[in-house]
């Protein structure tokens, strides 16, 4: 029996937390104010839950946040490919390709999203025909771009372009976190450029780049409401601004509308949390490993004491 546990220690001193009234006090202020909060919203009857439940799964509705979605999707998957080669051209060391990138993030980041909806939706005005062909010969190519130019693609692109530029920031941001000496590790072994870029700074830069990219995610959900001014009239706010003019319930539909956001909302952000765990691997401090894992198996043999502590011991010459 271990006696040095089982003895008592004597003169122990035994401390108390210091009271804290003041938080107990901001709890019980913040739970009340959220009790009076429920009540007035369960007891109003302007907004009427009766028709939020009517409408909530209505099948335009649902249509609504299927277009939302893929107007989300797509635009992201734009941005983040155009934010990727503006970063790149940020750290390029040709000054042609700096200017460029900088341009368009000055651009594209100093204009309001409604202004270059409103542009987007213009363009099939702008440049109603696209034609290739021989300079000052005759055309081989041409067609009208109201044809293959929709207010879906006019969307998505404007909503592309303009979440490129912030992600641009957040991608070079991502790309500086990655010490140097890392690069020049692997050209010293051989590899080029492009390889080091996809192998060894893309991979590390994405435990910084992750948590920024997933709030802008979330932001262009939300930023999709404005596709009106395309116009583009079959995402989630059209549709129930629609059902609330036909009805002349305005609140209940608006309730609808963000009870789906917040919904699509809270996915995206689990989706977040699990990619960052993922990519945090080795930088961010875990809880103790599941049984069966292979953490928690090494930690076994390690418990059995058969491997040295010291793997490289030192040798007397």
Excluded: C
């Amino acid at each position: 029996m271990n006696t040095s546990i089982d003895t008592p220690i004597p003169n122990r001193i035994r401390a108390k937390r210091a009271p804290r009234p003041g938080t107990w006090i901001a709890a019980v202020i913040v739970a009340l104010f959220s009790v009076w909060l429920i009540a007035f919203a369960a007891g109003n009857e302007v907004f009427e839950w009766n028709v939020v439940g009517t409408y909530l799964f209505d099948v335009k509705v649902i249509k609504g946040v299927g277009w939302t979605l893929l107007l989300t999707l797509v635009s992201m998957v734009i941005g983040t490919v155009i934010a990727l080669t503006a970063a790149i051209m940020r750290l390029s060391s040709n000054p042609v390709l700096r200017g460029v990138s900088w341009a368009y993030i000055f651009v594209f980041r100093g204009v309001p999203v409604y202004t270059q909806l409103v542009f987007w939706g213009l363009i099939t005005v702008i440049v109603p025909k696209i034609v290739i062909g021989v300079p000052f010969g005759p055309e081989l190519v041409s067609f009208s771009t109201r044809e293959y130019f929709t207010a879906f693609w006019a969307a998505t692109v404007a909503l592309g372009l303009n979440e490129g530029a912030y992600l641009a920031e957040i991608m070079r941001a991502g790309l500086t976190s990655v010490e140097r000496g890392q690069s020049e590790a692997a050209k010293s072994l051989g590899m080029k450029n492009s390889l080091i870029l996809r192998r060894i700074v893309i991979p590390q830069a994405m435990r910084v780049i992750i948590p920024p990219l997933g709030n802008e995610t979330i932001g262009m959900l939300k930023t999709t409401s404005l596709v009106l001014a395309v116009p583009f009239t079959l995402d989630l706010t059209y549709a129930s601004n629609s059902i609330a003019n036909l009805l002349f319930k305005p609140v209940p539909m608006l309730i609808v509308a963000a009870l789906w956001y917040l919904a699509v909302t809270s996915v995206l952000m689990v989706g977040q949390y699990y990619i960052e765990r993922y990519f945090g691997r080795g930088f961010d401090d875990r809880p103790a490993a599941r049984p069966g894992s292979r953490a928690s198996r090494q930690a076994s043999v390690n418990a059995l004491g058969t491997t040295p502590k010291d793997p490289l011991p030192e040798v007397e010459l």
